[in-house]
């Protein structure tokens, strides 16, 4: 389908706003899902007068990641195109990651005599750990051809990324894990599972030797252990692909790096939704497309806190008016996937979603909610359908064919 | 997407039943369905506090044989899986297929001066066709490599199973019918479609040499037609693609045959819905799936009983508060394809579906009908989706991606 799109694409000088409530879905509790519990009273006016559906992140029962949440908003197949732990973890890092990269999550560990005594190393302070990092990043800065990078992350862990000259074959990164996921095990070698990922798996070993050699006068911290080892993906360009120069704003960095990945601009960001929508507010003229990620929804559903997620929709819903002072020609709210404050966790369940523009039946939802939007227009549709209809709101796709 | 689902299965103590009753859907009469006449209190409160929805068993205005219904809402693509008439009727005949036979749908005929007089040799008796079944048996149990199985059906109709020592390659039994669905022509020869097919079309005409010589001195049926000539696929197991160990609970020999083509355990069952539930009760400890097949609504339906159709539900209905008393986690309720009595066959228009779980919205659907279940989260959606729904509302499946 991307095929067909990019052959339609047109340019003008509209603006599109997607707002991603992280998680934004929900479940009832005593009848009432969190969104039918927030008083939102500028998002429910909004519904009124917008198309309305539930988009569903992966398929039916599949619940998503935060990867294959934010490709599919982002109008990328999760199945096609699919994100590496490794990946991930250097992204929430905030490494700048190339298509060249291979990236690799790793642990301090304790081995002793061979075997693995504590995988985590005794849970060193961030601070005991950064050092460790700062001092394998000193002694380790190449491998074969491979650049090497090291990012510290919480406590024991921390992401290194191999960057090669040039781009990888697909399958390059077919690495095993080498922690055995049990202590009293030796750690496992890095094998490579085809003969393209014999660099790959070369270089993971002597890196392990090397980190072995540095360690080795550390009590607890004498070992490293990798998982995750994965490939950044060659995923086209957001703007190759839909012709739209794109801004991604968020807080957190994990989701500034999903949208690096396609290219989009992803300068950093602090604060909450006030300075998110400050930060759009003063790049408006630059880009045709606005990602702007509230992550504090999902976070309050990951702990149970069903007051809290919908008081932070509350909050949301309070800044509305500011959004739409802005002007966008076309305005999506939605989330990248449901969670659920009774599961505590990521779900499976289809996210609610709007969209205003000019070019709308509206008058089916009353308001912004799991069950009202699943009276709208736009039903329960495949979220990488969201910027195809993004485009075509905004007046920016061709009619396909004669 | 099985192989995405399969790498995500988790395995837990859950129970999930999925209770079909056969050509549930219809059509109204006088403004009102079957469903919409049946009094269902039971059916309609527990709608209510479900995931309502419509399946599409293959396709828009695609209209099921049993095959296609009954693998869709297993998990497998109806399109992808394709079950030759042959396998259907000898698996209707309670024959215990194996993935390396090839079964054909037998019909006794009477041929005059090498011409077809009778295609269905004058309608014998069943005893009488029985009796010369059981002599084709005696005389003929192997022929080249493969065993032949003869199984009679009724009056003239039988089936024939060609058991080889070894699986066959796909396309083996592309063989024509011998039927010219005409009299006063010919019987046709199996002809091979290609090289494949070879040693069963060389099969065919040998069982219809020695069949002709046997029957000779008959009146009536001295010569066989053979049709539907098919492999039994080698569909990968149910139990290895979801992880379920699943019972099959069904009072007719197809339908415990479908599920046995999945790798089910399909024990003979008498009687009828009562049954069916003790039977389940007795083995609750044993399985984690339990299909149960609710055959007779559709058999009204076929024959154009509005009426008893709706009575068939309501008896179900009845029973409906024993089949929650034995607490599945998850309990499915729909059919396999719909059967408006209106239409005395099986149609193409989507089936009513019920998911109960603790993971629902709910609340959309006041009762357990067409168009009740159109209100319902679950939208339209294609049958192969019921079950990877049910592994996630057991809590059987892992989060996809990062």
Redesign the interface.
């Known amino acids: 389908m991307q095929e067909i799109i990019k052959d339609l694409v047109l340019k003008n000088n509209t603006k599109i706003f997607l707002i991603v409530l992280d998680g934004l879905g929900g ?2 509790i005593e ?1 009432r ?1 969190e969104l039918e519990t927030a008083r939102t009273p500028n998002l429910d006016a909004l519904a009124r007068a917008s198309a309305t559906g539930l988009h569903m992140p ?11 949440g934010h490709l599919g908003i982002f109008g990328y197949d ?2 096609r195109w ?4 490794g990946v ?2 250097a992204l929430g890092l905030g490494v700048e990651l190339r298509n060249t990269d291979v990236a690799v999550r790793c642990n301090y560990a304790t081995v002793q005599e061979g075997l693995i005594k504590d995988r985590r190393a005794g849970r060193i302070a961030t601070e005991k750990g950064r050092r460790l990092t700062e001092r394998l990043q000193k002694e380790i800065s190449r491998i074969d051809e491979a650049e090497i990078i090291f990012t510290h992350g919480m406590e024991y862990r921390f992401a290194v990324v191999f960057r090669f000259p040039e781009p990888l074959d697909e399958g390059s990164a077919e690495v095993n894990d080498t922690d055995p996921q049990k202590t009293g095990k030796p750690p496992l070698r890095p094998v490579p599972s085809n003969h393209q990922s014999e660099r790959v798996a070369r270089i993971a070993e002597k890196l392990v030797e090397r980190a072995k050699e540095i360690l080795k006068d550390e009590d607890a911290a004498n070992f490293i252990l990798l998982r ?1 080892i994965a490939q950044v993906p060659s995923i086209p360009a957001f703007e190759e692909v839909f012709g739209l120069k794109a801004l991604a704003i968020a807080i957190y960095p994990m989701y500034r790096g999903l949208a690096r990945l396609i290219g989009m601009d992803t300068p950093p960001v602090n604060g909450d939704i006030r300075e998110e929508i400050e930060f759009m507010r003063d790049n408006l003229q630059d880009y045709d497309f606005f990602f702007v990620h509230v992550k504090k929804v999902d976070s309050y559903g990951e702990d149970g806190d069903f007051e809290g997620k919908a008081g932070k929709i509350e909050e949301f819903d309070a800044f509305l008016p500011d959004i739409r002072g802005l002007n966008p020609d076309v305005l999506i709210i939605t989330g990248d996937h449901s969670t ?1 404050s ?2 505590k ?6 996210v609610p979603l709007l969209i205003h523009s000019p070019y709308v039946l509206g008058g089916l939802s009353q308001a912004f909610t ?2 009202e939007c ?1 009276k709208g227009e736009l ?2 549709l495949p979220a990488v359908n969201i910027i195809p209809l993004a485009l075509a709101n905004s007046g920016r796709l061709k009619k396909f064919g004669a």
């Open positions: 479940l009832p009848g899902t992966v398929s039916y029962g599949i619940t998503p990641g935060s990867g294959p999760p199945l699919q994100i590496g732990r991930l973890e995750g659920p009774v599961m966790s990521h779900s499976w369940h289809p799991e069950r699943l039903g329960i």
